[in-house]
């Protein structure tokens, strides 16, 4: 056990439709981050936080968000769902985020949109 | 931009035999590598990294990676394999600035008794 949770587990849901992941990091971590894990695209990184404020963007569509609360919970908005969004999402955490520090991952939401 | 490559989709190895799972990289600056292993249902968790220093990495559960600058790679080791070391394997690589992690496509190790 990684330290890091994520909820939901699982998550079924229409095209056009949007959710909400959730993800709550180690005790002590200031840094969380967003990954996708599909077929196709393999392992993407998505976004990074560092208490509260964004620090980095990878491959994020437009219609993803995604916020750090001052409890240092993260959540990722997903909208406008479209069949291609279903995927594995990641939460990772680390203690500030600097430069080579180890992420740890949370279980992961898998997400399948119908 | 940086990317890893891991040229082998699937790596096959009796149990008891030694394993290589191999990694390429390329980045700017002084790369700083990571392994990390995927069971099925679960998230992944990590094995090992190389910053900076000895280029023999020890980390979790027997594995070992070893950091050649040279040849760019990163190739994952252990001495002895295990039927539960059956997994999906990941190498990943951050910049030199940032720490964002790229992985490479995943190597399935199959390990038969």
């Known amino acids: 056990d990684s330290g890091v949770t994520q909820t939901p587990k699982h998550l079924i849901t229409a095209t056009g439709q949007r959710v909400t992941l959730r993800c709550s990091p180690r005790?002590?971590?200031?840094?969380v981050y967003w990954y996708q894990q599909s077929l196709d695209q393999g392992l993407q990184f998505l976004i990074q936080?560092?208490?509260?404020?964004?620090?980095a963007k990878g491959n994020i569509l437009e219609r993803f968000s995604a916020q750090q609360f001052p409890d240092l919970h993260s959540e990722l908005n997903l909208s406008s769902l479209e069949l291609g969004d279903s995927a594995l999402y990641f939460c990772?955490?680390?203690?500030?985020?600097?430069?080579?520090?180890?992420?740890?991952f949370g279980p992961g939401t898998r997400l399948l949109v119908l | 931009a940086q990317s890893v490559a891991q040229p082998e989709d699937q790596v096959n190895v009796a149990e008891g035999n030694p394993l290589t799972v191999k990694c390429t990289y390329s980045?700017?600056?002084?790369?700083?590598l990571f392994w990390y292993v995927q069971y099925p249902n679960r998230g992944l968790q990590f094995l090992l990294k190389?910053?900076?220093?000895?280029?023999l990495v020890k980390g979790s559960y027997g594995f070992e990676a070893e950091f050649n600058k040279s040849q760019t790679s990163f190739h994952l080791k252990k001495p002895s394999a295990l039927v539960s070391d059956s997994a999906l394997y990941f190498c990943?690589?951050?910049?030199?600035?940032?720490?964002?992690?790229?992985f490479g496509g995943g190597t399935r190790l199959m390990v038969k008794p």
């Open positions: 936080y560092y208490n509260g404020e964004e620090r």
């Open positions: 990943a690589v951050t910049p030199w600035a940032g720490n964002m992690l790229t």
């Open positions: 005790s002590g971590d200031l840094s």
């Open positions: 190389y910053i900076t220093g000895d280029n």
């Open positions: 990772a955490s680390s203690v500030a985020g600097g430069v080579g520090e180890t992420q740890y």
């Open positions: 980045v700017s600056g002084n790369p700083y």
